[in-house]
């Protein structure tokens, strides 16, 4: 007896070719369901379920796979701006469609790909990393991590073995993604600062001290400087907007140097941002002097 074709798409993660359905079920069987809107036809002899994600839909329709920005965000990663137009990457060979809604790439895509729609976490991270601002590829990669999509070894033996456009920047990005970080501002303003040369800030530390215990989102341990992302979602009430005043001011007391940015700084004044961070590395240096010459 022919299984029902709604229950051998979500069997399937919600997506099928038409030979897999037909097979399960029946032509009559699969041409009811799509009258009835329980399925849609995506393309090409593909098949899905209604309410899946529309650039995953708009690829396989056009039989090539969501890539790049638009990957990342199917992935459910965090981005520091989303795409405005869909991303799909097409065979290497394959026709162009006419009047395509996408910015279109043409590359080798594997069976799993061209099948699931979507390209894979690895290849994403590399194709952003590639090609986007270095902030932008960073804050990609370090979520890749964070939602144990991929590990940083496969990064690294990915970007080690490609030797195409922006291999150096994505080996770059890779060697430096950090699953710590918490949110994709933060990795913005990590990547700012790597950019610029300046090491030693880690995602997510925890500083001790008598009567402290707080944990920031970039910390130089030894030169005791912190700095802050502060997204405007963060706070969410004034609780938090309180306590989050009360510890930079605790790290302040305890001898810290702080500096804090909004989303609107790490976005729109890199140049800016640095240029604070190396103020309060002067700064300490500066601190750390005086009190070696008494």
């Known amino acids: 007896m022919p299984l029902d074709v709604v229950a051998v798409l979500a069997a399937a993660g919600g997506r099928s070719n038409y030979r897999r359905l037909v097979a399960a079920t029946s032509r009559r069987d699969l041409r009811a369901a799509v009258r009835r809107g329980e399925v849609v036809a995506l393309g090409r002899g593909r098949y899905g379920l209604p309410g899946g994600p529309a650039a995953v839909h708009l690829a396989l329709g056009q039989g090539g796979a969501a890539s790049y920005l638009t990957a990342a965000e199917v992935h459910g990663w965090g981005v520091v701006r989303t795409s405005q137009r869909c991303h799909v990457t097409l065979p290497a060979h394959g026709h162009r469609p006419r009047g395509s809604e996408a910015v279109l790439h043409f590359a080798d895509l594997s069976p799993a790909e061209r099948e699931a729609g979507v390209t894979s976490p690895v290849r994403t991270v590399l194709d952003c990393a590639r090609l986007l601002p270095v902030h932008e590829g960073l804050a990609v990669a370090d979520s890749a991590l964070r939602s144990r999509s991929v590990l940083a070894e496969e990064l690294m033996d990915a970007a080690g073995a490609y030797h195409g456009a922006g291999a150096r920047r ?22 700012h600062v790597l950019a610029a040369g300046i090491t030693g800030f880690v995602p997510q530390q925890t500083v001790a001290a008598p009567g402290l215990f707080v944990v920031v989102d970039l910390a130089d341990q030894d030169r005791r400087v912190a700095l802050e992302a502060d997204g405007y979602g963060v706070h969410g009430n004034r609780r938090a907007f309180a306590a989050d005043l009360a510890r930079h001011d605790e790290l302040q007391s305890a001898g810290w140097i702080t500096r804090r940015f909004a989303w609107e700084h790490v976005m729109r004044r890199e140049d800016w941002v640095v240029g604070q961070v190396r103020a309060a590395l002067a700064q300490r240096l500066v601190a750390r002097e005086t009190r070696h010459a008494t």
């Open 170 to 191: 994505a080996r770059w990005i890779c060697a430096r993604a950090d699953d710590r970080a918490a949110n994709a501002c933060e990795s913005a303003l990590r990547g």
